[in-house]
């Protein structure tokens, strides 16, 4: 069982590691916000599920249940805080519209009565 268990886990160990290398990649490597975003949220949280699953194989049975709460934890807020950060560059027109395929949160917002376009552009402070 150990070969296995062993096996496993230099499987899973490495893979965890090669995504969160190219989730770091893309983050330092992509142009805008929204790939930069898609890139935190899927990679690193795939490849921390790999390497929390890979020490789990290893570890005594006793220990699962904190990896796994470690593991829901992950996939309940890497998204939510993606789509915050997502709206948040929306808001201050920190992204490219235009390069958008399809623009639902302008329609919403125009609902609500508050249009993106209506609010002045982001500024840095030091203008």
């Known amino acids: 069982m150990t070969v296995v268990s062993d096996v496993i886990t230099a499987v899973l160990l490495p893979t965890g590691a090669v995504f969160c290398l190219l989730g770091a990649l ?5 142009p805008d916000i929204i790939s930069r975003l898609h890139a935190a949220a899927k990679a690193q949280t795939l ?3 790999f390497i929390l699953v890979g020490t789990a194989v290893q570890l005594p049975l006793r220990y699962a ?3 796994l709460l470690v593991v829901l934890f992950q996939l309940l807020t890497a998204p939510i805080t993606s789509q915050i ?4 560059a929306y808001r201050v027109q920190a992204l490219d519209r235009g390069a958008l395929f399809r623009d639902e949160l302008a329609d919403r917002l125009a609902r609500d009565g508050t249009p993106v376009d209506a609010q002045p552009p982001y500024e840095d402070a030091d203008q």
């Open 85 to 88: 950060v997502g709206r948040t």
């Open 65 to 67: 249940p904190v990896l």
């Open 47 to 49: 490849g921390l599920m």
């Open 26 to 30: 893309g983050l330092l490597r992509f």
